[in-house]
């Protein structure tokens, strides 16, 4: 029995076999509200373009997370741009991934 810890230990590694994990202490710079605009450009590549266009005709932040492909291609969106929205709206949804923060120039 103490093999068999001391060998998962070995294999595992010292964090691993105890179930405590590491967790890194640096915070990254988040908006405190993300609306059309922000989440659009932290995507960046091009999409930003579409902003006035989906503000006005999407409007809420909560109403694009939950758009669907063919809504955008009626609006006129690429479909290069229509993919990268929809899958960071899933992973906004799902909170892997949020816009940073610009940097405030001073």
Not at 7 to 30: C, D, H, M, Q, V
Request: net charge positive; glycine share 8%.
């Amino acid at each position: 029995m103490a093999w068999r810890l001391f060998n998962s230990r070995a294999i595992l590694g010292p964090n691993l076999a105890t179930g405590s994990a590491r967790f890194s202490t640096k915070s990254n710079p988040y908006l405190v509200k993300v609306g059309i605009p922000e989440f659009l450009n932290g995507i960046g590549n091009g999409v930003e373009s579409h902003v006035a266009k989906l503000e006005a005709e999407i409007g809420d932040f909560q109403k694009l997370l939950v758009t669907r492909t063919l809504k955008l291609k009626k609006l006129g969106v690429p479909c290069k741009h229509r993919k990268l929205i929809l899958k960071y709206t899933h992973k906004y949804r799902l909170g892997l991934w949020r816009p940073l923060a610009q940097a405030i120039k001073s």
